[in-house]
């Protein structure tokens, strides 16, 4: 299948394969890993109209960026029209390439104050927040939601359409509804219909684990692009399109690579925080896995957990190549 370049208005994106918005995972050094790994854009984690328009530190730590970053998407969240429309209005003067809104996360703090998911039960509010976030920038704005609020109610397409209508210039569809939460299955017939309703992107979104899964879903559903959450996390190397093999080694290197990152963007005190989501997930159902993971939960400084992973690696790197040979072949 030949892989085009997606374009998002005025913004090309020359792979179509995208890091997924993850509240507590896709900050500045993850999103600098997957866009060397080959993501096309990435995503930030959601962040509050409220937080930044209040001046809330907090929030606008979330948009620390870099150019080598780029291209890069900023996701807010927020159910009031006028707030939204003021977020965007701030978000914009950042270098950033596009706002996404977030119209699909199913967690109770954001969906009881009307947002997120919730949006998908009052489409005219849905409509009236597009409109006003695309009012106030010149950036292209996308959003993502999921299938529906239930089963019973199914609207994607119907949303997609209406996105498209207030100024949209994409959409993404995690093909699950609201009442699914992360797990039932996705349903790739949704994301289908809905790009058969609407003329900007469709990106397809929900369960894709490799290159050539998301390459699959585009062939069977038509969606433009396909946006990787949980699966690219500890394994970055699935935005690759060479699909390289998954060994301890590519494991190391790309957490090494991920702590040099932090070391960079973070500030020291930071440091020890930010890789404690990720470290063990480099690590998941791999020889001797559980041994590694506890040692780094119990690195005391950020220090000792570089020193950790650099020994490691020259450990392996030292074993002999039928050594290597035996751990790839009972991997994983
Ligand atoms: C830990 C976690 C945090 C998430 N945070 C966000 C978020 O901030 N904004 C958003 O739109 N979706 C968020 N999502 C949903 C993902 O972006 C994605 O739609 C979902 O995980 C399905 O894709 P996947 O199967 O590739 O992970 C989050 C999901 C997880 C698991």
Redesign the pocket.
């Known amino acids: 299948m030949k892989i085009m370049p997606l374009q998002i208005a005025g913004l090309t994106i020359e792979n179509p394969f995208i890091l997924?918005?993850?509240?507590?995972?896709t900050d500045l050094p993850f999103r600098l890993l997957c866009r060397e790994y080959g993501a096309g854009v990435v995503f930030s984690?959601?962040i509050s109209c409220h937080g930044l328009l209040y001046e809330q530190q907090k929030t606008w730590d979330m948009t620390q960026s870099t150019p080598q970053e780029r291209p890069i998407a900023m996701?807010l969240f927020g159910s009031e029209p006028d707030m939204m429309g003021k977020a965007a209005a701030r978000l914009s003067q950042l270098p950033i390439d596009c706002i996404d809104i977030?119209m699909?996360?199913p967690v109770k703090k954001v969906t009881k104050k009307g947002a997120g998911a919730a949006l998908m039960k009052s489409p005219l509010l849905a409509a009236k927040i597009i409109r006003q976030v695309c009012a106030n920038t010149t950036k292209p704005v996308t959003v993502?939601f999921r299938s529906g609020w239930t089963h019973q109610s199914i609207n994607a397409p119907e949303f997609a359409q209406m996105a498209e209508e207030e100024g949209a210039s994409a959409v993404t569809i995690?093909a699950r509804t609201w009442s699914d939460g992360?797990s039932g299955t996705v349903d790739w017939q949704v994301i289908a219909q809905s790009k058969a309703r609407v003329s900007i992107p469709v990106i397809g979104?929900?369960?894709?684990n490799s290159y050539d899964q998301g390459l699959a879903m585009m062939k069977q559903t038509g969606c433009d692009g396909v946006?990787?959450?949980?699966?690219c996390l500890g394994r970055p190397w699935v935005f690759d399109r060479d699909n390289p093999a998954d060994t301890a080694q590519l494991r190391l290197n790309a957490l090494k690579r991920h702590l040099e990152l932090i070391d960079q963007f973070c500030p020291p005190q930071w440091a020890l925080g930010k890789i404690r989501n990720h470290a063990g997930k480099y690590f998941k159902s791999m020889r001797h896995g559980a041994e590694i993971r506890n040692r780094i939960y119990q690195a005391e400084t950020f220090a000792d957990l570089r020193q950790l992973v650099d020994n490691l690696l020259d450990g392996l790197l030292a074993e002999k190549p039928e050594e290597q040979g035996e751990q790839q072949a009972d991997k994983y």
């Open positions: 997924a918005p993850l509240a507590g995972y984690e959601m996701q977030n699909g996360c993502k995690h992360f979104n929900g369960d894709i946006m990787i959450g949980r699966g």
